[in-house]
C-alpha cells in the first residue's frame, strides 16, 4: 500500500514539474533561472525522498544486549523397541534443524 501511495505522489510531483515548467517563461540571464533551479531541485528533492521510502525494507532493532544467533542441524537417533517376537527394531534417524533467534543478556 504505501508503494503504490509513493509511486503515485511521485508521478505527481513529475506532472506537476512539467507542467510548471511548460508554463514558466524562458530563463534570461538574470530572471527566471533562480525559479527554474528551485522547481528543478525540488522535483529531484521529492523524487529521492520517494525512492528512498519506496526501497526502505524491514528493520529490526535490538536493545543493547541483544544479539542474534545463528540456528543450527542436528541428526537425531530414531527410538528402539523391542517387538512382540523379541527382536530389537529401531526406526530411522532423521536431520533437525532449528532456527535462528535473539538472545538478550
Known sequence: MFKKITTTAMAAVMA???GLSAVSTS???GRGARTGAI???GVLGA?????????????T?????CYRVAGSCYFKEGSCYINRY???VC????????PSRTVCD
Open 47 to 59: 523524487l529521492a525522498i520517494g525512492a528512498a521510502a519506496a526501497n526502505a525494507g524491514p528493520r
Open 91 to 98: 526406526r530411522r534417524g532423521y536431520r533437525v534443524c532449528e
Open 27 to 29: 530563463a534570461e540571464a
Open 61 to 65: 532493532y535490538y536493545r543493547s544486549g
Open 39 to 41: 522547481i528543478g531541485l
Open 86 to 88: 523379541g527382536e530389537e
Open 16 to 18: 506537476i514539474g512539467l
